[in-house]
C-alpha cells in the first residue's frame, strides 16, 4: 500500500512565523502535490512537482513555497505565517507514466492553526 | 470559471437505500479523467472510483457507480444500499489531458453525506 505521511496532524503557529510542513512517500512516486482544505472550497491546489528540483504553481501559491530536494520528500513553507492560511493542508503523490487514470494517495493531513 | 461543481453541500440519506451525489465539470480537452473520493471525519481522503472520458461504460466499483453522461458534462457518483460508514465527505475531481501522466486533479467542493439508520 501507499504510504503518505505528514510531519504533524495538528499545528499551531503564531502570526510571522516560518512554518514548515514535511511530507514523505516511499511508493517511488514522481509526482507531489500539496493541497489546502477550507470548507466550502473543497481542495485548492498550491504547488505541485513532478520531479526532484522541479516545482510548479497551482491555483494559490501565494504566502507559499516548496521545496523537493529528494524524490521522497516534498515540503511546504510558509514563509510568514498569517491567520488566513489556518487551514487544512494535504499532500498527496502520483505515479507518472500511467495516463490519467493514476489516482492520488493522500497524506493524512496537517490541521494548521496560525494565532 | 469553475471547473468542477458540487451543488449539494449535504445530503441525508436512509440506511440501506441508494443515494446520487452530483457533479458536473467544465473542461475544453478531449481527454479527461474523472475520479471520486471519500473522506471520513477522521480525514483521510480515499480514492473510490475512476471515469475515463473515452471509456464506453460506467464504471463500477463494489457499491460504487458512476453515472457519467458525457454530453451533460456529468459525473454523477451511485452508492447503492447506503450504510452508516458511508456517512462522509465526498469529492468530484478531475484531471485534464494535459495534466495526464499522473498529473494534478481539480476538486469540487464537496458534499457531505450523512446516512440515517
Known amino acids: 500500500d501507499v504510504k503518505v505521511t505528514q510531519s504533524s496532524r495538528y499545528l499551531v503557529k503564531r502570526t510571522g512565523e516560518k512554518v514548515f510542513l514535511e511530507c514523505v512517500q516511499d511508493m517511488d512516486h514522481e509526482n507531489m502535490f500539496w493541497y489546502r482544505q477550507d470548507p466550502g472550497l473543497g481542495l485548492r491546489l498550491i504547488y505541485f512537482s513532478y520531479d526532484v528540483k522541479m516545482k510548479e504553481k497551482g491555483d494559490i501559491p501565494e504566502g507559499y513555497s516548496v521545496s523537493r530536494e529528494k524524490k521522497e520528500r516534498f515540503s511546504l513553507i510558509l514563509e510568514s505565517a498569517s491567520t488566513n492560511q489556518t487551514s487544512m493542508y494535504l499532500c498527496?503523490?502520483?505515479?507518472?507514466?500511467?495516463?490519467?487514470?493514476?489516482?492520488?494517495?493522500f497524506g493524512n493531513g496537517t490541521r494548521l492553526t496560525v494565532t | 470559471a469553475q471547473k468542477i461543481t458540487q451543488t449539494q453541500p449535504g445530503m441525508f440519506v436512509q440506511e440501506k437505500e441508494a443515494v446520487t451525489l452530483d457533479c458536473t465539470y467544465d473542461t475544453s480537452d478531449p481527454s479527461y479523467g474523472l475520479f471520486w473520493y471519500k473522506q471520513p471525519s477522521s480525514g483521510e481522503m480515499i480514492f473510490l472510483i475512476y471515469q475515463g472520458s473515452y471509456d464506453q461504460q460506467n464504471a463500477t466499483e463494489g457499491r460504487y457507480s458512476l453515472n457519467f453522461q458525457k454530453a451533460r458534462k456529468s459525473a454523477n457518483l451511485v452508492i447503492s444500499a447506503s450504510q452508516l460508514g458511508d456517512s462522509a465527505m465526498y469529492f468530484c475531481?478531475?484531471?485534464?489531458?494535459?495534466?495526464?501522466?499522473?498529473?494534478?486533479?481539480?476538486f469540487g467542493q464537496g458534499t457531505e453525506l450523512s446516512v440515517k439508520p
Open positions: 475531481a478531475m484531471r485534464e489531458g494535459r495534466d495526464n501522466q499522473g498529473g494534478k486533479l481539480i
Open positions: 498527496a503523490s502520483s505515479r507518472s507514466g500511467t495516463g490519467d487514470r493514476s489516482p492520488l494517495h
